[in-house]
């Protein structure tokens, strides 16, 4: 019997089909659910209506990151209307026996980032959590996705959730990326090339020797914006760095069990001839420091670019152009380079590990701070802050003119204090800069760390190569 | 437990021709913070709907006395972005019980669906001729048949088809609820996670 080539996403995903409903979705068994305060209290009152606790609570795994502060954490909660939810995941945690890492926890941070740092994000599992950016779950060769709500809700009930099979895409970027172009630059890259519908309906395998050459953290920060492509989510193959990267973390499997996992990861790859239902070529040279103009991260353009003309558009698309650039307050084909930069924020659950605030540390040791720049300097976890204290990164930091500030998502989402006031211009870590994404009137420009670092330093978005 | 039914529905539209409309701008993750499902309608599109002064833009759509109705029309990849289900339930909380786009972007599609609201895929020429139909006519009624998968611009009589998965389109009808479902499988579960 010849065996039908596979992707490695059709291996893991039928692996973990429990029932195939006729003419509908699958029923996929989830490994591992994580949990926020934001997207979880309307499920846990919906089991609760329906008289049940959490199926699996062994599998779930909370931590509050959405809306809490990132300055005296040690104090109460001062917005009442977060504190609420807060106090309501501890609650919901506590009754169902649920593992809650709060904000006095050693292990605590932004879920994305705690996961994978903890050693419990695997190769070859389904994981979802409610919130898109599970997708950076996927670098580990996992399944992992953002469902809402309600599935949050099945997952509970059930531990599976009824899902359609989505289709596959590979995307190859293969070469050498140039000095200084990090794994968000070939994100934004791929982004601007393909919309941020260009990947709708899809799960994307991320292949080719300039992903193999990506460290772990720079594969996480791929995936976690595989979404905004409008994919389901992004995965990559496990490798040797996989392994090497989970080996001995608090979660991951020791001794004997070790071995038998580390068996069955080697085999989690797609066949020679597996086919895909699209699939793009990129080559990673073309590729340099990419920075956004507009309002969604398809808008983006090399550092040394111009912002398009639009000329080109018609109809709603030039509408959707013109008002985007309206909101931002650039015009058509303006040079990026030069523009004004007021904020900085270096974090989130894409760029909030310790290879990001290395890279920024790197970039403005022995310099100082632009004065007209106000910059957060934000950890995606605990572990972070504290690598990020013993390696002395903070004290380069602090003689630069940064301040370090506490783990969560902060101005990724501005759910807390941490908002750019309106009309002032971000250059952000971060994954997305819809309108009023930082706050009501903010103007996001997202790009990498060393990106960012380059804007703190001198007021405007600038070329880091060039400093 | 239930999600509304849904089977046929003859309204009037509210147009929104603007693309790439993100789950942000459908509601502003400041409005998040609620532990309970409701209430959501009021800020549904609050950055647009209001003015900084909290009193209502005039320029807005849904603040136009001119449109009013059941189906919300958007541009093409409506509910980008963030995977909260508060911007399925504000849609459905401000009274719209379908949303017709010519994409949607995936986790909104299925957060609609699980709350009793219809997403409607039509061909961007459609799309094109119900902005202008009800640019000259806000009054314009359109049918949605969810039997037939079809949806009609009663004036002008034209209809197209539209996609839904056999499986949601019986829930829809029924008011079936994908978690009742699941709970009914419990023993298979128990046995897929003893293999
Ligand atoms: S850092 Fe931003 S994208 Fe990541 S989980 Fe938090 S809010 Fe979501």
Redesign the interface.
């Known amino acids: 019997m010849i065996l039908e080539p596979k992707t490695l996403f059709d291996k893991i995903w039928d692996a973990h089909v ?2 195939q ?5 699958d ?1 996929l ?1 989830i490994d591992r659910h994580f949990i926020h305060e ?2 979880s ?2 499920a846990f ?2 089991l609760e ?2 008289g ?1 606790k959490v199926f699996r609570p062994q599998n779930t795994i909370a931590t509050p990151d ?2 809490v502060p990132t300055i005296d954490q040690h104090l109460p909660i001062k917005e009442e ?2 504190r ?2 807060v106090e ?1 995941l501890k609650q919901n945690c506590a009754k169902n026996g649920i593992e809650l890492y709060s904000l006095d926890h050693k292990y605590h941070g932004i879920v994305h980032i705690i996961g994978p740092e903890l050693g419990i994000t695997q190769p070859g599992m389904t994981i979802v959590c ?3 950016h ?1 997708s950076t779950h996927g670098a580990f060769g996992s399944i992992a996705f ?6 949050v ?2 997952v509970f ?6 899902q ?1 099979k ?1 289709k596959k895409m590979r995307i190859n970027v293969e070469g050498k990326l140039h000095k200084d172009v990090t794994a968000k630059d070939i994100a934004l890259y791929v982004i601007s090339k393909i919309s ?2 260009g990947g ?2 899809h799960f994307i395998e991320f292949a080719g020797s300039a992903i193999r050459s990506l460290t772990m953290e720079g594969r996480m920060t791929l995936c976690n914006m595989s979404i905004e492509c ?1 994919a ?1 989510g992004g995965m990559i193959a496990p490798d040797e760095a996989t392994f090497e990267y989970i080996k001995g973390r608090e979660f991951a499997p020791k001794g004997e069990e070790w071995n038998k996992k580390l068996a069955l990861w080697k085999q989690l790859k797609s066949d020679d001839n597996a086919v895909f239902d699209a699939e793009y070529q990129f080559d990673a040279s073309d590729i340099e420091p990419m920075i956004t103009y507009g309002t ?1 991260p398809g808008m983006g353009v090399g550092v040394s670019g111009n912002i398009p003309t639009g000329e080109n558009l018609t ?3 030039r ?2 152009f013109d ?1 985007s650039l309206e909101y931002m307050g650039f015009k058509p084909g303006e040079k990026i380079k030069g523009k004004k930069v007021d904020y900085v924020f270096i974090g989130s659950c894409t760029n909030g590990r310790i290879e990001d605030f290395r890279l920024f540390a790197n970039f403005v040791k022995g310099k100082k701070k632009a004065d007209s720049v106000i910059a957060w300097i934000v950890p995606g976890s605990k572990k972070v802050e504290q690598q990020i204290r013993e390696e002395g990164l903070a004290e380069i930091f602090e003689a630069a003119g940064f301040a370090l500030r506490q783990p969560g998502c902060s101005a990724c ?3 807390n204090d941490d908002k750019i006031p ?1 009309g002032k211009y971000s250059v952000s870590t971060s994954n ?1 800069n ?4 930082q706050g ?1 009137g903010a103007r996001t420009m997202l790009a990498s760390p060393l990106m960012a670092a380059a804007a703190a330093i001198t007021g405007v978005v600038s070329d880091p190569r060039e400093i | 437990m239930s999600i509304e039914k849904f089977r046929r529905l003859v309204s009037t539209v509210v147009p929104l021709p603007i693309e790439n409309v993100d789950t942000d701008q459908i509601i502003p993750a400041r409005f998040l913070k609620a532990v309970e499902r409701k209430g959501f309608g009021d800020n549904l599109f609050r950055d647009w709907r209001y003015k900084k002064d909290g009193t209502p833009n005039p320029d807005f759509v849904l603040n136009n006395p001119r449109y009013s109705g059941r189906i919300l029309v958007a541009g093409k990849n409506f509910g980008s972005g963030s995977s909260r289900e508060h911007a399925a339930w504000a849609v459905y909380d401000a009274g719209f019980r379908v949303v017709v786009s010519s994409f949607f972007a995936d986790i909104f599609k299925s957060n609609v669906l699980n709350n009793g609201l219809l997403p409607v895929q039509v061909p961007d020429a459609f799309l094109s001729e119900i902005f202008q139909i009800v640019e000259t006519d806000p009054t314009a009624q359109f049918e949605v048949d969810l039997e037939s998968q079809t949806i009609t611009i009663l004036k002008a009589g034209i209809s197209v088809n539209f996609d839904i998965n056999p499986y949601k389109k019986e829930c829809l009808l029924n008011g079936y609820d994908d978690i009742d479902f699941l709970i009914s499988l419990k023993k298979e579960i128990i046995a897929f996670e003893q293999v």
Do not use: W
Request: aromatic fraction near 2%.
């Open positions: 429990v029932k409903v006729k003419d509908g979705p029923v068994y934001v997207t209290p309307v009152l919906g209506k329906r049940m959405h809306n209307l977060s609420v939810q309501t409610g919130d898109s599970t953002g469902i809402g709500t309600s599935e809700e099945m009930a059930s531990q599976c959730i009824l359609p989505p941020t519908s709708t309906g409008g389901r969604n109809g709603s698309d509408i959707t008002k989402l501005a759910m309106e997305r819809f309108e009023g994404r009501p």
